[in-house]
C-alpha cells in the first residue's frame, strides 16, 4: 500500500492538478514536500508551450467554434503539460472572472484572456485585476464597452466588486456608480468582423474623451478617480483577500457554500482564510505567497477528499488514470463537450457568477454523465494507464487473492479511499473468479481483464466523485 | 387527492434566466414617459401589438398574444418582493428559496416535491431539464430527476455486453447505498445514485413512444418544452417540470436579443400547448414563466441595467385570461429610487395562488408564509 509519502503527494496534484500517475508519484516520494511545491509555484516550462504543436495537428483550433477546441486542449495540458499549477490557477480565475465567449463576435479574445491568467495567475493581484479590467472579451462580456462618461453602464462597477474582489457587503451602491463612473472610456478596438473571414482578437484602448473626469468617491478616497485608482482601493481592502481567500479555499482545500451565501454565513475554516488573508497582506497581494501558504499548511495537506471534483477535474482525472493520449489525439476534441455535459462548459459559464460548486456539479443527469466517461476512459486495457496498473499487479510474485486485487487496484488508481461497504461490495466482486494469476499467455490476458474491469468499478463509485 | 377530469395537476415552470425586460414584453405604449426613458431600446407606439389603449405585446410575441387573445395567459403584472435585490444570483436565489432576508438550501418546488412524494416513491414526481438541477428543486432528502439529454439518458451505455453492464448497474446500486454517506453530500450522492437508476428505468422508452404533428423549432427553450411534452405524455407521474431559458441579461444590443429570445420563448409555449392538446394531455398542466427581477426603466444607450418590478404569466386551458395585479406605474414620480418599477404583488403570492387554486396544496409553509392571492383560474382541481 502507498506510503503517507506517496499518499500526500497524489492529494497535492490531485488538487495542483488533475493528478498523477504512480510512476510520477515516486519520482516525488523522497523530495521534500516544500521543494516540490516551489517547484509547483515557479515552473521552468514557458506558458503554452503545446500551442503551435496542436495548431498543427488540429486547424480546426482556429474555426468561429474556437473554445471547444481549446479547452480541451487546455485539459490536456493541465493533465500533461509541465506546469499543473500554471494551468489550474488559469482555471480557478476563470470560475472567479467567468467569462462567456459567445457574447462577443471575437471568441479569440477569450481565448487570450484564459492565457493571461496562464500567464498572470501566480502574480500580483493588483495586476490581475488591471489586466482583467482592460481584457477584450470581459469588457465585451460585462458591457465596459457600453460604459460612458455621462451615460454609465455599471454591469463591469458591479462585477468587480460583488464577484471579482470583495464580495456582498463590502461597498454601497453609490460605490458601484463610483466605479463604473471611473471605467468609463475603457474599451476596445473594433476586431474585424467575424464574417467572412473568422473570429479575431481585439485589444484594449483608453478613450480619453469618453471618460468621466468628474470628482468621484470610492470607499472613502475622493478625486478624478480613473479605474487604475479603483483597483488601487479594492486591492487594499480587506475584504478583497478574505473574499478571494475564500475562493482560493473552495477551488484548492474544501469545499464551501455557494458565493451568494458568503456574506452571510461564516467561512468553513475561519482560522485558514485568517492565514491567507495574513499572507496577502505581508506579500502585497503576491498569489504566489498566498498559495504558498496554502498548500504548505496543515489545513490544505489534512483535507484529502473534501472536494467535489469539478468536471473538469473529473474529465482530466480519468484521462491522466488511463494516462492517454500523450500526444495530440483527436479523442482531446471530445473532452470539452464530455465537461459540458457534465454542467461545466469552460469558456461558457453560465453567468457571470460562474459556476455553483461543491454538491451542485452532481444531479442524476450529470452523474451518469460522470460514471460513463470515467467508464469509457479505461474500458479499453491496452492504454498505457491500465498497462501499468496491470504490470505493476502481474509482478507480485505468484497469484494475487480477491482482497489483495481490490486494495491494489483502488490503492494504484489514486489512493481511492473507498468506504467499507464499497471496499465489501468490489471484493465480492473481485472473489467470484478466484486469485489473479499471471502464469501463461491466457491467465495474463484473463486477469487483464478482470483488472481492467474492476477499474471500471473504482471509477463509477461514490468516492471517485472527490478530490 | 384534487384532479382535474381524473388527472392529476401539473406545474410546469419556465425560468427566464438574466431579467426579462417585462416593459418591453407588455409595453406601456401610450405612455409618453415611457418613449422618453427609452429612446434606444423602446418599441415605438406604431409597431406594438395592441391588448388594450394603454398596454401592447412586444412584436415578438405574437404567439404569445394569440394564446392570450384565446383566454388562456394570466399576466401576473408587477411581480417582485420588497428591497429587490439587482445581483442576478441572489436574486435567483431568492426566487428559488423564497427567502429575501437569508440564505436557504432549500428549494420551494423542493418542499413542493416532498409533499407530493414524501416517500420518494416515484423518482420522475419532479423533473428538470437542462442544465444541472436548480435551487429551486434542492433540498436534502428530495429527490428530482435531471435530465440534460432525454435521447441519450443512461448509465455505462459504453458497456455493450449485456451481461457485464447488468453486473456493472448492480454493482454500482450496491455502492450507493445509504450507508455509504459519510456526512451531507456522501448521502446526497448516494441518493443521487440511486435515483439515477431507477430514472433511466422509467425513461428509456419514452423517445420511442413519443410522436406529434407539432414541429418545435431548435433553440434550448423549445428543445426543453418538447422534452416535457414527451415525458408528460408519457404518463409517468410527474407533477412538476423546470425548464430554463437564458440570455435575458441585455446590458447592451437589446434591441437585437430581446425580440430573438422573445420569439424563441413564445413559439415554444404556443408549440408546448398545441402539442399537448394534440395528445389530450393539456387540461391538467399549467404553465408558470417567471424571471429574477425587470429591468431599469431607462436604458442606457444600448441595453437596459438591473431593475425591479418584473413580469410573470400562468398559461393553461382553464386559465381566466387577462391582466392581473397592476402595472406598475410609470410616471416618473412614482419611480423606486428615482429609476426602478415599484413592484405591486409579491411572487410568494403568486407560487401560493398556483400551489393552492391548481396543485390544491396548503402553500403557507412552502412559500413561508401567507401572501396576496390572485384568482386565474376558472376551472380548478376537485
Known amino acids: 500500500m502507498a506510503s503517507e509519502a506517496i499518499e500526500l503527494r497524489a492529494h497535492l496534484m490531485r488538487r495542483v492538478g ?43 483550433l482556429r474555426s468561429p467554434d474556437v473554445p471547444v477546441g481549446t479547452s480541451s486542449v487546455w485539459i490536456f495540458n493541465i493533465a500533461n503539460g509541465g506546469s499543473p499549477l500554471r494551468e489550474k490557477m488559469a482555471l480557478f480565475w476563470h470560475h472567479v472572472f467567468a467569462t462567456g465567449w459567445y457574447k462577443g463576435e471575437h471568441g479569440p479574445s477569450i481565448i487570450t484572456q ?16 488591471l489586466d482583467l479590467s482592460r481584457n477584450p472579451s470581459m469588457l465585451s462580456w460585462l458591457d465596459n464597452c457600453q460604459n460612458h462618461a455621462g451615460d454609465i453602464n455599471e454591469n463591469y462597477g458591479r462585477e468587480l466588486l460583488e464577484l471579482f474582489s470583495m464580495g456582498i457587503g463590502a461597498y454601497s451602491e453609490d460605490d458601484i456608480k463610483a466605479a463604473a463612473r471611473a471605467f468609463t472610456g475603457w474599451t476596445f478596438e473594433q476586431p474585424i468582423p467575424l464574417y467572412p473571414t473568422g473570429g479575431y482578437d481585439s485589444s484594449f484602448i483608453y478613450r480619453a474623451d469618453d471618460h468621466d473626469d468628474d470628482e468621484k468617491t470610492f470607499l472613502g478616497r475622493t478625486g478624478n478617480l480613473n479605474g ?27 469545499d464551501e457554500e455557494q458565493v451568494p451565501a458568503w456574506s452571510i454565513d461564516p467561512p468553513r475554516d475561519p482560522e485558514a482564510i485568517d492565514q491567507l488573508v495574513a499572507s496577502f497582506t505581508e506579500s502585497d497581494g503576491d498569489m504566489t505567497a498566498v498559495m504558498r501558504t496554502l498548500l504548505n499548511s496543515e489545513f490544505f ?167 | 387527492m384534487a384532479k382535474i377530469n381524473g388527472k392529476d395537476p401539473v406545474l410546469v415552470v419556465v425560468q427566464l434566466t438574466g431579467g ?175 435515483d439515477v437508476l431507477a430514472g433511466i428505468d422509467m425513461l428509456r422508452d419514452v423517445p420511442s413512444q413519443y410522436s406529434s404533428t407539432v414541429e418545435y423549432a431548435s433553440n434550448p427553450i423549445a428543445n426543453a418544452l418538447r422534452d416535457v411534452a414527451r415525458v408528460h405524455t408519457a404518463g409517468l407521474g410527474t407533477r412538476v417540470f423546470y425548464t430554463q431559458h437564458a440570455g435575458y441579461d441585455y446590458h447592451a444590443l437589446e434591441p437585437e436579443t430581446h425580440p430573438r429570445l422573445l420569439t424563441e420563448l413564445t413559439q415554444a409555449l404556443s408549440d408546448f400547448m398545441a402539442d399537448l392538446r394534440e395528445h389530450n394531455a393539456s387540461e391538467e398542466v399549467t404553465v408558470m414563466v417567471f424571471t429574477e427581477f425587470g429591468r431599469r426603466i431607462k436604458d442606457n444607450g444600448s441595453g437596459t441595467d438591473h431593475g425591479s418590478g418584473g413580469g410573470a404569466y400562468i398559461i393553461g386551458d382553464h386559465v381566466d385570461g ?61
Open chain 2, 322 to 382: 387577462g391582466l392581473y395585479s397592476e402595472y406598475p406605474s410609470v410616471k416618473p414620480e412614482d419611480w423606486l429610487y428615482g429609476e426602478d418599477l415599484r413592484h405591486t404583488i409579491d411572487f410568494r403570492g403568486i407560487y401560493g395562488t398556483v400551489l393552492e387554486q391548481w396543485m390544491k396544496m396548503d402553500p403557507t409553509q412552502i412559500v413561508n408564509g401567507t401572501f396576496e392571492q390572485i384568482t386565474p383560474y376558472k376551472v380548478t382541481a376537485a
Open chain 1, 301 to 467: 495537506k489534512s483535507a484529502r477528499y473534501q472536494r467535489v471534483k469539478s468536471p473538469a477535474e473529473l474529465v482530466g482525472s480519468a484521462i491522466k488514470l488511463a494516462n492517454w493520449p500523450q500526444d495530440p489525439d483527436p479523442a482531446i476534441l471530445t473532452w470539452s463537450p464530455a465537461t459540458a455535459a457534465m454542467g461545466q462548459k469552460l469558456m461558457d459559464p453560465p453567468s457571470v457568477e460562474g459556476w455553483h460548486t461543491g454538491k451542485e456539479w452532481l444531479d442524476g443527469g450529470t452523474l451518469s454523465e460522470r460514471v460513463n466517461f470515467a467508464v469509457e476512459q479505461v474500458m479499453d486495457t491496452s492504454k498505457p494507464g491500465v498497462q501499468s496498473i496491470v504490470s505493476r499487479i502481474a509482478s507480485s510474485n505468484g497469484a494475487v487473492e480477491p482482497d489483495a486485487f481490490v486494495d491494489q487496484v483502488l490503492d494504484l488508481a489514486g489512493p481511492v479511499p473507498a468506504s467499507e461497504d464499497t471496499r465489501k461490495v468490489l471484493a465480492e466482486f473481485a472473489s467470484e473468479e478466484g486469485p489473479l494469476t499471471f502464469g501463461s499467455d491466457d491467465e495474463r490476458e484473463h486477469s487483464e481483464a478482470r483488472i481492467g474491469r474492476m477499474l471500471q468499478l473504482v471509477v463509477s463509485s461514490p468516492e471517485y466523485q472527490f478530490a
Open chain 2, 20 to 194: 426579462l425586460d417585462f416593459m418591453n414584453t407588455l409595453i406601456p405604449y401610450t405612455s409618453e414617459a415611457y418613449h422618453e426613458a427609452r429612446p434606444t431600446v423602446g418599441v415605438a407606439a406604431d409597431d406594438v401589438l395592441p391588448m388594450n389603449d394603454t398596454l401592447g405585446w412586444h412584436p415578438a410575441a405574437g404567439a404569445l398574444k394569440e394564446l392570450y387573445d384565446a383566454g388562456n395567459v394570466a399576466v401576473v403584472q408587477g411581480i417582485g418582493y420588497e428591497n429587490s435585490n439587482r445581483s442576478h444570483f441572489r436574486a435567483m436565489d431568492i426566487w428559488h428559496t423564497t427567502e429575501p432576508l437569508k440564505v436557504s438550501t432549500e428549494g420551494w418546488l423542493a418542499r413542493v416535491t416532498r409533499d407530493i412524494d414524501p416517500n420518494t416513491e416515484n423518482p420522475l414526481t419532479a423533473v428538470s431539464f437542462g442544465r444541472g438541477l436548480p435551487r429551486a428543486l434542492a433540498a436534502p432528502g428530495v429527490t428530482a430527476t435531471s435530465v440534460g439529454d432525454l435521447d441519450h439518458f443512461g448509465l455505462m451505455t459504453k458497456i455493450e455486453a449485456e451481461q457485464e453492464r447488468a453486473q456493472d448497474l448492480d454493482i454500482f446500486k450496491r455502492m450507493y447505498t445509504p450507508s455509504v454517506g459519510t456526512g451531507v453530500v456522501g448521502d446526497y450522492l448516494a441518493q443521487t445514485g440511486r
Open chain 1, 228 to 254: 487604475e485608482d479603483i483597483i488601487d482601493v479594492i486591492v487594499g481592502q480587506e475584504a478583497t483577500p478574505r473574499f478571494l481567500g475564500r475562493h482560493l479555499y473552495n477551488f484548492f482545500v474544501a
Open chain 1, 114 to 129: 484564459i492565457a493571461m491568467f496562464r500567464e498572470n495567475g501566480l502574480g500580483n493581484l493588483h495586476q490581475i485585476l
Open chain 1, 18 to 60: 488533475v493528478g498523477a500517475t504512480r510512476d510520477e508519484l515516486e519520482a516525488l516520494e523522497d523530495r521534500p514536500y516544500e521543494e516540490i511545491v516551489e517547484e509547483l509555484l515557479n515552473p521552468e516550462e514557458p506558458a503554452n508551450r503545446d500551442a503551435d504543436l496542436f495548431d498543427r495537428y488540429f486547424p480546426a
